[in-house]
């Protein structure tokens, strides 16, 4: 499969992916692939060749997540994390970096359990939680937080506010529709540091990296 990722463009990316994490990304693919017969962990209809776009589609981010995030060690919420994506090839080539996968559907968690556990990484932790109750058990602990089609970006916002330490930062994956999703955000809560434009090889659609981090409130002096 080395010779489809790399005919997919992974190399164009300028990752400077090891061995190890090729072969990594090419056994989650096809632990994916394998569940997704069974389980229906992803609406892509068992097409390898979109399992595979959907891989290039997440660790295409990664420049940007390099470029924000300051920490070597930094924790990372991925909401509604489904299948693993963005959160597990990620992981996979980030293995300094911390990751909780918050999944509320328990057999999208039973794989991310198999997958943590096949693969061997120690840097992520499954959470079987909606959004919610993770923020109540851990609330401000999370540098960042990242999401693939999780929810429109209002309500991924709310949803990511409790999470975060002060300067957090929400990593939003969007496409086209990412104009009219910015429209309904509150710019006196949420402040947008980065607008980027997503080049994936081999890939007409549009896609796009939306950085935001909450807006400090002054407290009025008595």
Not at 53 to 68: G, K, M, T, Y
Not at 108 to 123: D, E, I, P, W
Not at 189 to 204: C, G, K
Request: charged share 25%; glycine share 4%; hydrophobic share 45%.
């Amino acid at each position: 499969m080395t010779e489809d990722l790399l005919a997919l463009g992974i190399e164009e990316l300028g990752l400077n992916l090891s061995d190890a994490n090729i072969a990594d990304l090419e056994l989650f693919l096809q632990e994916m692939g394998r569940w997704n017969q069974v389980h229906n962990l992803t609406a892509i209809e068992n097409e390898q060749d979109s399992i595979r776009l959907h891989l290039i589609d997440s660790i295409v981010v990664l420049p940007i997540l390099r470029q924000f995030l300051k920490t070597s060690n930094p924790k990372i919420a991925d909401l509604g994390s489904g299948g693993g994506l963005p959160a597990i090839p990620i992981a996979i080539v980030q293995p300094e970096w911390r990751l909780s996968l918050i999944e509320a559907i328990r057999k999208k968690t039973a794989f991310l359990q198999h997958v943590r556990g096949k693969l061997k990484l120690s840097n992520i932790e499954v959470l079987s939680e909606r959004v919610e109750n993770v923020a109540m058990q851990q609330p401000g602990q999370f540098d960042a937080v990242i999401s693939r089609a999780f929810t429109n970006l209002a309500r991924y916002l709310e949803l990511s506010l409790p999470l975060l330490k002060p300067d957090g930062l929400v990593f939003a994956m969007k496409a086209k529709r990412a104009d009219e999703e910015m429209a309904d955000v509150c710019k006196e809560d949420w402040r947008l540091l980065a607008d980027e434009t997503l080049s994936i090889p081999n890939l007409s659609v549009e896609r796009r990296l939306l950085v935001l981090t909450p807006v400090r409130k002054s407290i009025p002096s008595l």
